[in-house]
């Protein structure tokens, strides 16, 4: 399968990026690891006539204490993000679930940027940070913003991110010590979550987002509702999949994911709270 | 990229640029680095792994462009400047790590960066690379330094642990398969395909294809022959239906051809497939093969008898009917009977290396560079086909990256040799792995009736398949699939009362074809089923249960027609198999992994039987001769796919031969080698052709011998490269040039005609826990028994029955093309077609009868396709003891096992502490 014809140009600049964007307009799309992007433009799903590389551009790729927040460079590659000290000890779900993504290959060159901005809600990403709150700041021509990840994602493969605009930094509050909880429900190995399941915290705190139940990655609203009411774990999980819309699809119906929620949403918290 | 700041190729600056929009993996072949493969062109498999950096990435998704200024390494850089081989390349020849070696330089090339960390976790590390052939033991044995391969002093090579020929070629990237050549002026062909189930192509408009710049030739059905054939490979043409040509006016599958291009490059070609206008009428279309027995459904083929189609209007390909003794009297007779209808699902067999071939002329003569299993068939196919003299076709294949029966099918060859004898040039076609999935063959989905009867005292006392077999749109292997599916499966057992009606049934769907097991597979997981249920329903341990049934040497093997065949006891270990399984599984210390708490475990089994020849004749045909450098040449027709038959075949010539095996050089699978070879089907590598290998090189001992007696004087025995005559010694390069001054020919031809033949049998053992929660199975055991007669190569005959259990037990558990309503497959990728991973697969111990056969050459059975078909029915008979419940469907995927444990009140306990595994927070495989 050979893809289609595309330009390639390398920006050395956040600035210069932005430039080739507001240059390029809707033809062009930006290049990280390209591990999203490109399968996706052999299968005609994706045709930029530009590809901006943006993966050379310097300083957006690091893990920063910020005293009670984790910035992460967006070009920070999975392979960084799962072995970093700074995230191992203060987000230690990120860590773990950036180890899930893919493979070392993957890993190697997928970024936690590329991979956020991509929207896939089957991927192991966008649950764990929904879990975890951050904040994503998207530069643009108009300048920075900040975005709470609850507005962050927006539909399959749909983020708040605007076509000329880039996003640059993560920022995850540290929560060292916390307890978390991931369950990745998946035929084979190698695989996208069937359904997955992120929980950071336990009790009153806990926070739960759902990966696969619906076109984006999702926070168990009521689950976590029933745990701030003083809820059993049990009783809690059970409300899983309330305000869901999982799809059926080749590798599983909606009643099977629905089910599969409930069960994986008890192991998550329960392992968050040992 | 600029020459400021060019790409570095093992150590090497290239110029140049790469073209708008290419890939890393394309541009690296285009600069000599064949070692790079392509497997699915999309980062699922991991076959074009390189190191950019240092650091190991999938080429297929990394724009060339991006490789500027970075230093790219590949399998060929691996090695030292003086060709030393990397640490990790001599690893993988150790422990012999690869079997077809398509995915070994990817895998190489993963292994060699693993870090400490990894390679404490290689389940996880390895992810990215997929292997279909060995099952990953002898990969793992292999990154952590195992040795495998032990020394064969000259003339005591059987029976040893020898290394393949080819490894050092593998491990370094240099063995060439099909496309592994550089072509001056080669054409590409891009192949546009039906989006109908079921149509008439009206009218094609080629304008636009041939406006795209670098478009060169357009062929639609009106270029092809109207000359039908099969695109099933058998010796005996009349064992398939002709039903199918180069290219048709009617659709009969989404995905069929419907015209290809030929263009300067691939993406041109692409662009003109895709610039085809081609206008269909649509046609009622049939896609369960239920409906298309029932008169009025839409006749898929309306053609006359003439195409050995045995029933067209009712759209069978092939019948198969038989009955021995009374079955209702049988059933009066049993104490127990079970009934039920039981489902084996469409397998793709997802060899790493997609169907791909190159054709050119030479000198007038048609030559085809293809991934085979089968050379002679397919020159013999093309010449049918295009109606050209057999004597102008050549056909040959050099290492060809995974079979599994996928290529017992002419699918590529056909049409490239259109395109070539249309324009003279040379033209390649390679298969996507997406066209892989749509086009190409698969496992025979089928419905199997089994109603079977037992006796209070344990015996058999009736059997009856009624068995529907789904063929797809052509009947490539229709019948054959479907009598031997009915064939071993039930002539194992010793029962008087037997009937078996089976119809196999064309459909508007993706043609299935031959697949490991050739429908025993499917068969046996009903058979095997049924008797777990008989043995429960008398109370009696299955395996004692199969004991008191099974044939016994002297018992006759029947089925279907108690007519005698040439199938006959040359051994017998099924005996020590059932044994070997039952103690194995009787040792719960043994077992690999724990079950989680909650977690239900049990226990099962299941065995198979099958002949070690195909009926109907198989041919091999081999020839050694003395080369001028006192080594031997060994030219052999039959193909080598990864089954390690050319392992076995320089094996059984130096024994012969008293030679070392290194200094047999090997030439095979070209139809200019001998005069005629069936080729690899049938697990005919060894016992076929490798019985014309053992006869040739024997003559040949006698040859020399006799040679050497008669230019020397008094008698003369080759002993470790000599002839020694009395006292001398007499190297052999010079009785090949005192031999060829005389006059005197040393070389010897042997053939096999593949009669009689023996039976090989394989049981199964798992040990596995259900999570009545989700439905996860978890393998905690798993034994294989073979009886494979004498075993040749201890080495390569365990790789073969791994990589089987393998690839089964991704059948078993998750595997399953699937189609949509309108009978187009939806599992175009990896992604969505799931191919085991190296976590995927536990541990397996296999043992080995202890046989010696008297039909296969130095007392050796098959042992290729077999160790996959008892594997579904064992596991689904270790979900019947874990659980209670009876799956009758395969595959045994998560959802449907947790719904039939819904369905039959097995409690999930919701309430069990926690596992370690949950604690740790740990993803569930």
Redesign the interface.
Same mark, same amino acid.
């Given at each position: 399968?050979?893809?289609?014809?595309?330009?390639?140009v390398?920006a050395t600049s956040v600035e210069h990026a932005l430039e080739l964007l507001a240059e390029h307009g809707d033809d062009a799309k930006l %290049?990280a690891g390209?591990?999203s992007l %490109? #399968?996706m433009m052999?299968?005609r799903l994706a045709n930029p006539a530009v590809?901006i590389?943006i993966?050379r551009i310097p300083d957006l790729s690091y893990v920063r204490d910020e005293g009670g927040t984790l910035a992460i460079g967006a070009l920070t590659k999975h392979a960084m993000v799962a072995s970093d000290p700074l995230v191992a000890l203060n987000a230690p779900?990120l860590a773990?679930s950036a180890?899930?993504v893919?493979? #070392? +290959?993957?890993r190697?060159?997928g970024t936690i940027g590329g991979s956020l901005v991509h929207g896939d809600p089957a991927a192991d990403l966008p649950m764990a940070v929904v879990a975890l709150g951050v904040t994503l700041v998207v530069v643009g021509p108009s300048g920075r913003r900040e975005v709470p990840v609850e507005d962050f994602f927006e539909g399959y493969f749909q983020t708040a991110v605007g076509e000329d605009e880039l996003l640059v930094e993560i920022r995850v509050p540290s929560r060292p010590g916390v307890g978390?909880?991931? +369950?990745?429900?998946?035929?084979?190995?190698?695989?996208?979550a069937i359904v997955g399941v992120a929980a950071v915290g336990a009790g009153a705190d806990a926070q739960v987002a759902l990966g696969n139940m619906g076109n984006k990655a999702l926070r168990a609203s009521a689950t976590e509702a029933a745990l701030a009411a003083g809820a059993s774990i049990?009783d809690a999980a059970a409300l899983a999949d309330e305000g869901t819309e999982p799809q059926a699809d080749?590798h599983?119906?909606a009643e099977?994911r629905r089910? %599969?929620v409930k069960?994986?949403t008890?192991?998550?918290l329960? =392992?968050?709270a =040992? | 990229m600029s020459e400021a700041d060019p790409m570095r190729l093992n150590g090497r600056a290239i110029p140049g640029e790469p /073209?708008?929009?290419q890939?890393l993996r394309t541009y690296l072949r285009e600069n000599g680095a064949f070692g790079v493969k392509k497997g699915c062109? /999309?980062?699922?498999c $991991?076959a074009c792994?390189v190191h950019v950096d240092g !650091?190991?990435?999938?080429s297929?998704?990394?724009?060339a462009?991006?490789a500027a200024g970075r230093e790219v390494t590949t399998i060929e850089g691996l090695s030292g400047a003086d060709g030393a081989l990397a640490p990790m390349q001599q690893r993988f020849l150790d422990a012999q790590g690869f079997q077809c070696g398509f995915c070994t330089a990817g895998m190489i090339m993963?292994a060699a960066? &693993?870090d400490d960390e990894?390679m404490a976790d290689l389940?996880?590390? &390895?992810?990215?690379?997929l292997c279909r052939c060995t099952g990953y033991r002898a990969v793992g044995d292999a990154i952590c330094g195992i040795r495998h391969v032990e020394p064969a002093p000259a003339g005591d090579t059987v029976g040893r642990a020898v290394g393949a020929p080819a490894g050092p070629a593998v491990v370094t990237g240099s063995a060439r398969y099909t496309l592994d050549i550089d072509v001056p002026g080669l054409l590409h062909m891009a192949v546009a395909r039906s989006p109908h189930a079921h149509a008439r192509i009206v009218s094609v408009d080629d304008s636009a294809a041939l406006a795209v710049p670098g478009v060169r030739l357009v062929l639609t059905h009106l270029d092809a022959p109207k000359r039908h054939f099969s695109t099933a490979r058998h010796e005996d043409w009349r064992d398939d239906p002709q039903d199918t040509l180069i290219l048709d006016d009617v659709m009969r599958f989404v995905g069929q051809r419907a015209a290809a291009v030929v263009a300067d490059s691939? $993406?041109a070609a692409?662009a003109g497939a895709r610039a085809l206008a081609i206008e269909y009428a649509v046609l009622p279309a049939v896609i369960d093969p239920e409906l298309a027995m029932v008169p009025g459904a839409p006749v898929i083929h309306p053609k006359d008898p003439a195409t050995r189609i045995s029933d067209p209007d009712r759209n069978i390909a092939a019948q198969v009917h038989g009955h021995l003794g009374d079955i209702e009297a049988g059933f009066a007779e049993a104490t127990v009977i079970h009934e039920a209808r039981y489902r084996a699902q469409r397998l793709q067999h997802a060899a790493l290396e997609t169907h791909c071939a190159i054709g050119w002329m030479d000198d007038g003569v048609l030559t085809v560079r293809s991934s085979t299993q089968t050379p002679f068939l397919t020159r013999r196919g093309l010449s049918e086909a295009l109606g050209i003299p057999v004597e102008r076709v050549r056909v040959l294949c050099e290492r060809v990256g995974g079979g599994f029966g996928g290529k017992q099918e002419m699918l590529t060859e056909d049409l490239v040799a259109l395109a070539v004898l249309r324009l003279g040039e040379p033209v390649k076609l390679e298969l996507?792995r997406?066209e892989q999935f749509v086009a190409t063959t698969t496992r025979h989905p089928m419905v199997i009736d089994v109603r079977m009867g037992a006796r209070a005292d344990g015996t058999l006392s009736a059997m009856q398949l009624t068995v529907l077999s789904n063929t797809g749109a052509y009947g490539n292997h229709a019948g054959g699939v479907l009598f031997h599916g009915c064939g071993e499966s039930i002539g194992v057992y010793r029962c008087a009362n037997k009937k078996v009606d089976g119809h196999a049934v064309y459909t508007n769907t993706v043609p299935a074809g031959a697949f490991r097991g050739y429908g025993l597979s499917q068969v046996i997981f009903a058979v095997e089923s049924a008797m777990d249920e008989l043995a429960r329903g008398l109370g009696l341990d299955p395996i004692e249960f199969r004991l008191r049934n099974v044939v016994r040497p002297g018992d006759p093997m029947v089925s279907t027609t108690d007519e005698l065949d040439d199938v006959v006891y040359g051994s017998y270990g099924l005996d020590q198999c059932l044994n070997a399984v039952r103690t194995a599984l009787g040792n719960r210390a043994a077992d690999t992994a724990e079950a989680p708490d909650g977690w239900l475990v049990g226990a099962g089994t299941a065995l198979a039987m099958i002949d070690t020849v195909p009926p109907n004749g198989h041919r091999g045909e081999a020839r050694v001769s003395l080369a001028a450098d006192g080594r031997f040449l060994l030219e052999i027709g039959t193909a080598e796919f990864g089954n390690g038959t050319t392992t076995v075949h320089a094996q059984l010539a130096s024994t012969a031969l008293g030679a070392a095996v290194g200094d047999i050089r090997i030439a095979q699978s070209d139809t200019t080698l001998v005069g005629h070879d069936t080729g690899a089907y049938g697990s005919t590598g060894t016992v076929v052709a490798g019985a014309a290998t053992l006869q040739a090189a024997t003559a040949l001992r006698g040859t020399v011998e006799a040679a050497a007696a008669k230019l020397y004087g008094g008698p003369a025995r080759l002993v470790e490269g000599v002839v020694l005559c009395d006292d001398r010694r007499i190297e052999l390069s010079r009785l090949y040039a005192d031999a060829a001054e005389a006059g005197i020919a040393l070389s010897e031809t042997g053939s096999n005609d593949g009669t009689p033949r023996s039976i090989s049998f394989n049981v199964h053992g798992f040990r596995v826990a259900v999570d009545p929660?989700?439905g996860e199975i978890r393998i905690l055991r798993s034994v294989q028994a073979a009886d494979a007669g004498r075993v040749m190569n201890p080495l390569q005959l365990r790789g073969q029955v791994e990589g089987g259990i393998a690839q089964a037990i991704g059948a078993a558990?998750?595997e399953e093309v699937?189609l949509d309503d309108a009978g187009s497959v939806?599992?175009r990728t990896f992604?969505?077609y799931?191919?085991?991973?190296?976590?995927?697969i536990p541990p397996t111990d296999v043992f080995f009868a202890e046989t010696h056969d008297s039909v296969g050459p130095l007392g050796a059975k098959s042992m290729s396709e077999a160790p996959f078909n008892p594997v579904p029915a064992a596991l689904a008979n270790a979900v019947r003891d874990a659980t209670g419940v009876r799956f009758t469907r395969l595959p045994l !995927?998560?959802?449907a096992v947790?719904?039939g444990l819904a369905a039959a009140g097995v409690p999930d306990s919701?309430?069990r502490s926690?596992t370690p595994q949950?604690?740790?927070?740990e993803?569930?495989?």
């Open positions: 399968m050979i893809p289609p014809q595309f330009d390639y390398r %290049l390209g591990h %490109l #399968p052999k299968i590809l590389d993966a779900l773990h180890a899930q893919g493979d #070392p +290959q993957i190697n060159r978390w909880g991931y +369950q990745k429900f998946v035929r084979r190995a190698n695989d996208w049990a080749m599983a119906d099977f089910h %599969l069960v994986l008890r192991r998550a329960e =392992s968050a =040992s | /073209a708008p929009g890939c062109d /999309a980062g699922d $991991g792994t !650091a190991p990435v999938h297929c998704l990394y724009p462009a991006r993963t960066a &693993l990894q389940p996880r590390a &390895l992810k990215g690379n691939q $993406g692409e996507t997406e929660a989700t558990l998750y699937r939806i599992t992604r969505g799931h191919v085991p991973t190296f976590a995927d !995927a998560r959802d947790w719904r919701q309430d926690l949950d604690s740790t927070g993803a569930t495989q």
